[in-house]
């Protein structure tokens, strides 16, 4: 599933408010003696996008390209906002300056990790006639080139009933789906969008069904689809996924191992499904891929993002993925590394021919994935074989031989080389753990110096392709 997103080319439009996340993070020893109230030492000060800018944020580390469409203020948080969205190659174009508008920022003061304040800066009234009218026509003249439209209504003003309305029906008239994260009670100026993401509180909030059961569930769903005419009614249901309706209800379940903070969790929900959709997924499948998507964010700390390779990590490491998956080429595994590391993950490398595959190659390959976070096992070509081997070998194909060895719980990747040794693979990956058979021991062993360390792990006596193949040729083995 995620390799059909790694070569992805869409564009996507975000529409909606735009905020500014600002932190002063520093500690407190003493209480002020002007007032009873904690003094906080300020040591960093970070800043990052908000509202419609968390979705951008969801969609460029899934590899979108990104255009945004709003209405900013003329002050220095516009300007500041504007960097952040340059810094990220966001398409800013289509972003309208109001005069007298506070641009939103959200100041927040922690000390220890534990927020202690909060303090806005922002406009919540509605955009100007004239403010609509010059985004209206600004997108007007791009959205042909889009594939999704995305809607992140934070109820500060930009997403007006008629602005909204007009919108949805600007991109119907040119086919692009319309993607909704709602606000409010009233979402009649939602209609005709391809789909809308209320969670359960916001969806009982918009239709006055209490959802504790299928069958209240389904008549949520049934609502939303009266009051908005949606394609497809949806409902996330936190730590019970996401439901949708079509002939019936569908759930399709979380799968997420640890919660840790749901910060974001639903711009993260609706950037992934319209990210694969653009990308030709039907909805079952979108919703399976923003199922894993959040449920790698919800076990990071604060507003945060996905990348396809933690998806796909994450996807591995539950055994939901396809076996095709995990077979990759020197320049995927290359990327994949890069990212692993940088979330200190422990690479683990090992390689062989992997013939026939049996008992003793497995256990081998369980104690090679227990010294780490992330197997790679280079898999010698067919051709690589035949020049070690001999021209009867092998005896599965080199496309056999990588799919049997990537369905296998403990391997994560598997990567095929031509050479005769994986000198350049492991050169490339520079793993901290090089694996080899026990038969290695005093011998050199190609790529150490490219390794963190060597280990050798023996053999269980008596399995090799070798032998099974004599019992075959003996006639031992029926």
Known sequence: MINALRKSDVNILVVGDL???????????????????????????????????????????????????????????????LELLEDLDVVTKNIIKQEERKTSKKSRILASNQQIVRYDKESKEDISKQSEEKLLKSIKNDIKNFDAVILSDYGKGVLTDSFTKELISLAGRYEKKVFVDPKGKDYSKYTKAYLLTPNKKEATLATGVEITDEESLKKALLKLKEICDVKIPLITLSEDGIAILEDDVKRFPTVAKEVFDVTGAGDTVIASLAFAIANGFDIDKACVFANLAAGVVVGKIGSATVTLDEIEEYESSLRKSEADDHIKSFEEIANIVENAKKRGKTIVFTNGCFDILHVGHVKYLQIAKSFGDVLIVGLNSDQSIKRLKGEDRPVNTLQDRAYILASLEVVDYVVPFESDTPLELIKMIKPDILVKGGDYKGKKVVGTEFAGELRLVDFVDGKSTTNIISKIKEGSIC
């Open 19 to 81: 905020m500014i996340d600002h932190y002063l993070w520093g500690s407190c020893e003493r209480i002020s003696p002007e007032a009873p109230v904690q003094v906080v030492d300020i040591k960093k000060e970070t800043t990052t996008l908000g509202g419609a800018g968390n979705v951008i944020n969801n969609l460029v580390s899934l590899g979108a390209n990104v255009s945004v469409a709003s209405v900013i203020g003329k002050d220095d948080i516009a300007n500041e906002m």
